[in-house]
């Protein structure tokens, strides 16, 4: 039992300094210092007495390598990288056998005299391989390779995340390695040398993975990671050559280091061999396993790294159900489709049909209307992806930051499987890293701080995707320490956010965050962080057309909650009419609308206009006058007025009535009126008309120009 | 191609025009810069734009905008008739790019064969009045029709910096 104990926490010490070693980098010290601890804890739990002596001996092998690279230069060279991480996956097999009370192996013969040095301890970058491109006449191959690069990495890392909760994962294993398998065949044709010799080695190593005859261990897998992470450094080099950088400049990304770990994985004598090799010849033509262990042969799987709608894919990773389609030819169809709504939905109002009375065309009418609805929809989804992908980057970022700050991070995500348009998931990424980066970074505690407060040494940044209403809804949640209202607060009225007397609600106060430059260095320590870059996250978000809100509590958390439109394309609209004009308000940032009583008015002196909306003054804006149009009626009392809301900015916009609800497809209005900034776009009503959409961010930031008049 | 030579140089080519009517003057623009000819619909306002500027129509589901070719050559106001029209043309962009954009004209006439003989250069007026957007002259047999560069029409910035 104290075995088991003593060489789970082992195991646990060896992760994390697996972790290390997979983010330092020849001549460098980044890891160092934490290697040491990890090791130096090792060293003490080897103390005692029940340990076997092998385990006891390698610990003083590593201490030996680490001290060595203390004496010289204090940076890592490639040599002491590839034998510290042959020392990380024996000891990681060794402690497995330990715990499970095997006989633990010898030492690899191959560690005796390697202080030494057999290798010259020379920086390990000189004799990297270069990638020299040949731009011009391979272009469009290159552009290729690119282009279907991006897929394989996707693959590989979400493959790494897969196996990281589950390392006997079949279906992953192959699908990584078939994604290195492929990257190697590419980078061959093309004579990208260096990346086919990486991704050949990567290769092998999933290849004895899969049949077996190695163990996944944590060492492996990031071994796996950094090898994506290497490749990916290519894929981005060449993709800036091809982008009109210097072509001719050769590419130089460390390989050598990581592909002597691979090997030494490979060669590791500790590493259990469980296949004859007939079966494993068999097991390599047939593509499949050899059904020895329970492993779900076959069975069709939902798969984590397919990147696209679920529909109709019985096995997420085969390619053949998809279609590669160019974006710009997606958008007209989704384009011509709007049009067809509309042409059908004039068609229907039309007067003249509306006139005939045939039962006939009313049933024809109306199956026409179910086929273009039923188009419409299609159109749309061709546009959706889900947002797995991106919350699963999040997954790596979480894992990276709390190793950098020592703290315990669990990320939970739920409804990965929501699916988004395309154009709004990749907008939505910088925002998210933001956040998330936040929520780490100061909403989660120290787990000493945490368990003082007696909460579970392991914080909790939950990732959550679902539908509300007509809009998406992403959250995130942390069960950290939460904002602290009273000094937002009197930051904020310290930079002149807020007048001193100005009574916030919890939310608007929180919204502060999100004013630029808000968090600035002299801000006070322990909220600082919070705002940089919020004001960013926000405006991203708001030119989703999306909104943000924030909830906090002292002592047990914050969540952002960021509610998105399902698409860009189209937006729910409020019609209003004024004089003989229609303009549409998005619903999403309606908050009501109601026709004033005379008491509700009042002139504020220097403030121009102000409607008393439920004990709160806000400002109104005459619509017509504003936009200098001849309005039906002069008087608010007449009139009906719209709250729209922008941030925590509110205004109540007067126009003559209200004429309906409707999505609207948006249009673009072009170059010519890009300076008129209280104008969003255009759209086609259903009497084929344009109506104007109001940017309601510009309405709300608006000067009441005439405030001296209305005083 | 004669578009490309139209945009490089200050003098109009021969080749086909459409012509049509504003005031009691007839103007040319070339036929290859014309995507169509539609009735004068309605027309949405765009507030807080120059004059000049009518608004935007729906182009079998495009947007455009629309410009009425009186107010820019400041000819006054007539009631529109049933003549009046709208020509879409195709202005080249600074930037490189293609935009469609209406304008509405009095009436159209007819597509012409303008020869180069027929063509003479802007004559020089006195100081003030704006011969930027026209490219030349053509002497026909009933009348002269002043061939406009419509790039340099449509371009609202140019000509406001003229016009004050």
């Known amino acids: ?711 | 191609m004669s578009t490309e030579t139209l945009n490089h140089s200050n003098t109009a080519a021969a080749g086909k025009y459409l012509t049509f009517e504003l005031g009691r003057e007839r103007y040319g623009v070339p036929a290859l810069r014309v995507r169509e000819i539609i009735r004068l619909c309605e027309i949405t306002q765009v507030p807080q734009m120059p004059a000049h500027i009518k608004g935007v129509v729906n182009l079998r589901g495009k947007i455009i905008p629309v410009m009425d070719l009186r107010t820019r050559f400041q000819l006054g106001h007539i009631e529109n008739n049933e003549r009046t029209c709208i020509i879409v043309v195709e202005i080249a962009l600074e930037s490189g790019g293609k935009k469609l954009t209406g304008i509405i004209v009095d009436g159209v006439d007819e597509v012409a064969n303008i020869t180069a003989d027929e063509i003479e250069p802007t004559p020089h007026f006195a100081c003030g009045i704006e011969t930027s957007t026209i490219l030349g002259m053509a002497k026909r047999k009933d009348g002269v029709t002043s061939l406009l560069d419509i790039d340099r029409v449509v371009d609202g910035d140019a000509l406001s910096a003229i016009a004050h």
Not at chain 1, 19 to 39: I, K, Q, Y
């Open chain 1, 1 to 711: 039992m104290m075995n088991h104990c003593t060489a789970s926490t082992v195991a646990d010490l060896l992760s994390k300094f697996a972790l290390e070693l997979a983010f330092a980098a020849p001549g460098g010290d980044s890891g160092l210092l934490p290697m040491n601890s990890f090791l130096m804890k090792i060293e003490d739990l080897a103390k005692a007495p029940a340990v076997p002596a092998q385990i006891v001996a390698a610990t003083g092998q590593a201490r030996q390598w680490l001290d060595r690279v203390f004496e010289t230069t204090a940076t890592f060279d490639a040599d002491a990288l590839v034998r510290l991480g042959s020392w990380q996956a024996w000891m990681e097999s060794a402690a497995e056998k330990w715990a499970q009370g095997s006989p633990v192996p010898e030492l690899p013969a191959s560690w005796e005299g390697a202080p030494a040095g057999q290798k010259s301890p020379a920086s390990g970058n000189a004799d990297e391989p270069e990638l020299i491109l040949h731009a011009e006449a391979d272009r469009e191959l290159l552009a290729e390779f690119i282009n279907e690069s991006q897929e394989h990495l996707q693959n590989i890392e979400q493959g790494v995340l897969v196996l990281e909760e589950n390392p006997a994962d079949a279906d992953t294993l192959n699908s990584i390695f078939r994604a290195f398998h492929t990257f190697k065949g590419g980078a061959g044709f093309l004579n990208l040398t260096a990346i086919k010799d990486l991704a050949h080695e990567l290769e092998s190593l999933l290849d004895a993975a899969r049949l077996h005859r190695l163990e996944v261990t944590s060492g492996i897998i990031d071994v796996i990671l950094e090898g994506g992470d290497r490749l990916t450094e290519f894929v981005r080099h060449i993709q800036t050559r091809l982008a009109g950088g210097d072509a001719s400049a050769p590419i130089r990304v460390p390989t050598l280091c990581l592909i002597a770990r691979v090997k030494s994985l490979l060669s590791d004598p500790g590493a259990p061999v469980a296949f004859p090799a007939p079966r494993v010849v068999e097991a390599v033509e047939t593509f499949s396993f050899a059904p020895a262990e329970p492993v779900p042969v076959g069975v069709a799987k939902v798969d984590a790294p397919a990147a696209r709608p679920s529909t109709g894919a019985a096995s997420g990773d085969s390619a053949a159900g998809f279609v590669k389609v160019d974006t710009h030819k997606l958008d007209s169809l989704i384009e011509i489709v709007g049009e067809l709504v509309i042409a059908q939905s004039m068609v229907v109002q039309d007067a003249g049909v509306r006139d005939l009375v045939s039962q006939e065309l009313t049933r024809n009418l109306a199956q026409l209307r179910r086929t273009t609805n039923d188009l419409q929809r299609t159109a749309m989804s061709l546009r959706m992806v889900p947002i797995r992908n991106t919350f699963q980057k999040m997954t790596r970022l979480v894992r990276d930051l709390a190793a950098k700050q020592q703290k315990q991070v669990r990320l939970v995500m739920n409804g990965e499987d929501t699916e988004l348009d395309r154009t709004i998931v990749g907008e939505l990424s910088d925002p998210l890293i933001h956040m998330i980066r936040n929520s780490v970074d100061h909403g989660i505690e120290r787990p000493d701080a945490r368990i003082a407060r007696g909460k579970p040494a392991e914080g909790i940044v939950e990732l959550s995707a679902f539908h509300q209403g007509g809009s998406i809804v992403i959250q995130i949640r942390d069960d950290g320490d939460g904002l602290n209202k009273e000094r937002i607060l009197a930051k904020a009225i310290e930079n002149g956010l807020v007048k001193p007397d100005a009574a916030l609600s919890d939310s608007e106060i929180f919204g502060l965050i999100f004013a630029a430059g808000f968090s600035t260095a002299e801000a006070i320590t322990d909220i600082s962080g919070r705002g940089v870059g919020m004001d960013v996250v926000r405006r991203n978000i708001e030119n989703l057309r999306g909104k943000i809100e924030i909830t906090s509590t002292p002592g047990e958390g914050t969540t952002f909650t960021i509610s998105l439109p399902l698409t860009l394309a189209i937006i729910d609209g409020l019609i209003v009419g004024v004089g003989p004009e229609r303009y549409i308000i998005p619903t999403l940032s309606v908050r009501e609308s109601f026709r004033p009583t005379p008491e509700m008015l009042s002139t504020v002196y220097g403030r121009g206009e102000m409607v008393n909306v439920r004990g709160r003054l806000t400002p109104l804006l005459r619509l017509h006058r504003h936009f200098n149009i001849e309005a039906r009626v002069a008087n608010p009392t007449e009139g009906i007025l719209v709250v729209v809301e922008s941030g925590a900015d509110r205004r109540c916009v007067m126009v003559d009535d209200l004429l309906g609800k409707q999505e609207v497809v948006i249009k673009s209005l072009g170059e010519q009126f890009k300076r008129n900034g209280a104008l969003a776009g255009g759209a086609i009503l259903g009497d084929g008309r344009v109506g104007l959409i109001l940017n309601v961010d510009a309405l709300v930031k608006l000067e009441e120009p005439d405030t001296e008049l209305a005083a």
